[in-house]
């Protein structure tokens, strides 16, 4: 499964794990370990220590999920598919749905 298939602000589902059926958008990417952080999936407790700016305590934030168990969510046919890349007549590369063929679009 490739990380590039996947940008910051797609719309993915969850398709395996404790979140399975969920959607959410993408915040952030890792190259490195092909993971990605979505909004609201994969919550975990931080324990944070107080410093002189904030106060200690118990803190929720999104976890990493591997891209594998996640798919990008079509615009059109409201699932979650495969994509595949073409490249247009001006030259522009586009990511197209492999159900519909609708362009997906960032966001």
């Known amino acids: 499964m490739s990380l590039s ?5 797609d719309m993915v589902k969850v398709l395996a794990g404790k979140d399975k059926g969920k ?3 993408i915040l952030k990417t890792i ?3 092909d993971k990605i952080v979505v909004e609201k999936i994969n919550l975990i407790k931080k324990h944070k220590r ?4 904030s ?5 929720e934030k999104e976890g990493s999920i591997h891209v594998s168990k996640v798919g990008l969510l079509c615009n059109k046919c409201n699932t979650a598919v495969r994509v595949r890349n073409k490249i247009l007549e ?3 590369k586009v ?13």
Do not use: H, L
């Open 23 to 25: 959607t959410g958008k």
């Open 90 to 92: 001006d030259g522009k």
């Open 50 to 53: 107080p410093d002189q700016k």
């Open 5 to 9: 298939k996947y940008k910051k602000g």
């Open 55 to 59: 106060k200690g305590g118990v803190v």
């Open 95 to 107: 990511r197209i749905c492999s159900k519909c063929s609708d362009v997906i679009n960032v966001g």
């Open 31 to 33: 190259p490195d370990k």
